[in-house]
Nanobody
């Protein structure tokens, strides 16, 4: 199985940019479709973005489309989430997740492995 560790979360100001990383170990990252999700206090875990095994396909939630970019470097076993024009409503714990089977999906329960999360807080 694969182990995932997110990093890069911090306290930001509205309008700032931030890049999250998700480092994988245990298995080759290219085996997995990858996703980013987020969970705000008292709310369900929501889909943010997903990327196919070799980066040929991506998918985004409407709330982040045009502001966030998911990418991956399989040679470094790392997935990234570039977040621009941050808003206070982007405040959440951000999780990366791995899915062994295709296709890309927004469904939380379809992902097999999860990281521990990294906190992103955006102040107005």
């Amino acid at each position: 199985q694969v182990q995932l560790v997110e990093s890069g979360g911090k306290l930001m100001q509205a309008g700032d940019s931030l890049k999250l990383s998700c480092a994988a170990s245990g298995r080759t990252l290219s085996m997995y479709n990858m996703g980013w999700f987020r969970q705000a206090p008292g709310k369900e875990r929501d889909f943010v973005a997903a990327i196919s095994r070799y980066g040929g396909s991506t998918q985004y939630a409407d709330s982040v489309k045009g502001r966030f970019t998911i990418s991956r470097d399989n040679a470094k076993n790392t997935v990234y989430l570039q977040m621009n024009s941050l808003k206070p409503e982007d405040t959440a714990v951000y999780y990366c997740a791995a899915r062994l089977r295709p296709p890309l999906t927004v469904v939380v329960d379809s992902y097999n492995y999860w990281g521990q999360g990294t906190q992103v807080t955006v102040s107005s």
